[in-house]
């Protein structure tokens, strides 16, 4: 079955303590992405890679870092996480020539940082 | 930039009401659009498309068409069931910048 796979779906920490988020996808996209969600500010993105060792800054990329080493993986890492990066992450991915490519999303990984 | 602006929502309909969310763009060049539905505790999913100017996007009873004078993209139904109750989120492919852009998402709930 085609899809994105994210892991953990929960996930609750402290301050300070460096946590990654993986995402998977098996589709053999060129195209992946992280967004945050948020109430009232809707879907933000953090990060996005056009290819494999190809990534670039989305909107709110500050307390984040990503890598591309391997085309279906695209974890997402906060080195030290803040309150204010308890959100709703989502990674996504699609072709990245066809113009009519529609994203696939993951189910989600609600982060809580306390 | 590009940009998607989406109506505020939430909007709260009876059951069979007719739907209308609206949507307009900024890009440079010719985007291609989307409509994503996001259920309650799921990732967002795609509902329709449009890849060009007067295309219509059609999905479950839901129409959108690419409205390339207005920058629009309004997203209609003419019969909503509860069942439709989500957010709904509005969304352009830039082929030139080659990203995608979410606007901020519209939340529908529909009352039996």
């Known amino acids: 079955e085609a899809q994105v796979t994210q892991n953990p779906r929960y996930l609750i920490t402290v301050t300070g303590k460096k946590l990654t988020v993986t995402c998977s996808q098996n589709m053999n996209h060129e195209y992946m992405s992280w967004y945050r969600q948020d109430p009232g500010l809707g879907l933000r993105q953090i990060y996005y890679s056009m290819n494999v060792e190809v990534t670039d800054k989305g909107d709110v990329p500050e307390g984040y870092k990503v890598s591309r080493k391997e085309k279906r993986n695209f974890p997402l890492i906060l080195e030290s996480p803040s309150p204010n990066q308890t959100s709703l992450y989502f990674c996504?991915?699609?072709?990245?020539?066809?113009?009519?490519?529609?994203?696939?999303f993951g189910n989600g990984t609600r982060l809580t940082v306390t | 930039g590009n940009s998607v602006t989406q109506m505020e929502g939430p909007v709260t309909l009876s059951e069979e009401a007719f739907l209308t969310i609206n949507c307009t763009y900024t890009a440079t060049g010719y985007p291609s659009l989307f409509w994503y539905v996001q259920y309650p505790g799921e990732g967002l999913q795609l509902l329709l498309k449009a890849t060009k100017a007067d295309d219509k996007g059609s999905n479950k009873g839901f129409e959108a068409t690419y409205r390339k004078e207005t920058t629009s993209f309004h997203l209609e139904k003419g019969s909503v069931q509860v069942s439709d109750s989500a957010v709904y989120f509005c969304a352009l492919f830039d082929n030139y910048g080659q990203n995608f852009v979410f606007g901020p998402g519209t939340r529908l709930s529909v009352l039996p």
């Open positions: 996504a991915s699609s072709y990245k020539t066809a113009i009519n490519s529609p994203l696939h």
